[in-house]
């Protein structure tokens, strides 16, 4: 079964720092890869996403995500934070599962800009 | 640009008492699903509707019913709610057969069950 593993629950940072959150998970297959954003109080909303070709991703709000195969990785980065990208951070894989795309969430992180 | 539309947004309920969250979509999309999210675990699957007549539960389906009415709608019921299912709802719905997609979630429901 496929999983995701988020390894930071909660990240500190203030603004203007570099952000780098993880994300592994456990597919032997092909698989789709997604960042999702939910901001307080609101829905998931996406981030980015990973299906083919270079594997360094760029999504909106200055975030970028760099799929490495080899290391079943798909960290999310962004050079410079703002207050405004306080928010729950999620990292979700799509993969065949018994005929069926199953996505996959990760336990979420949650980051906290400091002004 | 509705997208998905979940209601209510908030309901307090009574150990015992059952109800129904609704969820509908004007993407014309085919796949719809439930979540939970509930703190440090993240998102988790309670049911989902590959298509139009179909359903199969997901990671968490224990206490729950669904419902998919039409290609656009599709219910989550709570028989007889009971504290463990206070949680936040999120309906999702997605485009299929192209897999490649991603899912669109709803605004989500705060269920608290007393």
């Known amino acids: 079964a496929q999983s995701v593993s988020q390894h930071n629950h909660h990240v500190i940072l203030s603004e203007a720092a570099s952000l780098e959150l993880g994300c592994n998970y456990s597919?032997?297959?092909?698989?789709?890869l997604f960042w999702y954003v939910q901001y307080p109080g609101q829905h998931l909303q996406l981030l980015l996403k990973y299906f083919s070709g270079d594997p360094l991703v760029k999504g909106i709000k200055g975030f970028e995500a760099e799929f490495i195969k080899s290391k079943f990785s798909f960290n999310l980065r962004k050079p410079s934070v703002q207050w405004s990208d306080t928010a729950e951070y999620f990292c979700a894989v799509n993969a065949n599962s018994g005929g069926y795309q199953k996505v996959t969430f990760g336990t979420g992180t949650k980051l906290q800009v400091i002004p | 640009n509705a997208g998905v539309t979940q209601t209510p947004k908030f309901q307090v309920l009574k150990t015992g008492q059952s109800m129904t969250l609704q969820c509908a979509q004007d993407m014309n999309h085919n796949s719809m699903y439930w979540y939970r999210q509930d703190p440090g675990m993240g998102l988790r699957l309670i049911y989902y509707?590959?298509?139009?007549?179909?359903?199969d539960k997901g990671e968490v389906p224990n206490g729950y019913n669904v419902s998919r009415l039409n290609k656009r709608e599709f219910s989550l019921r709570l028989e007889s709610a009971a504290p463990s299912q206070t949680s936040v709802y999120f309906c999702?719905?997605?485009?299929?057969?192209?897999?490649?997609?991603?899912?669109?979630f709803g605004q989500g429901t705060r269920l608290t069950v007393v």
């Open positions: 597919y032997g297959g092909t698989v789709n």
């Open positions: 509707s590959a298509s139009e007549g179909t359903t």
């Open positions: 999702a719905s997605r485009d299929r057969p192209r897999w490649n997609t991603e899912a669109f």
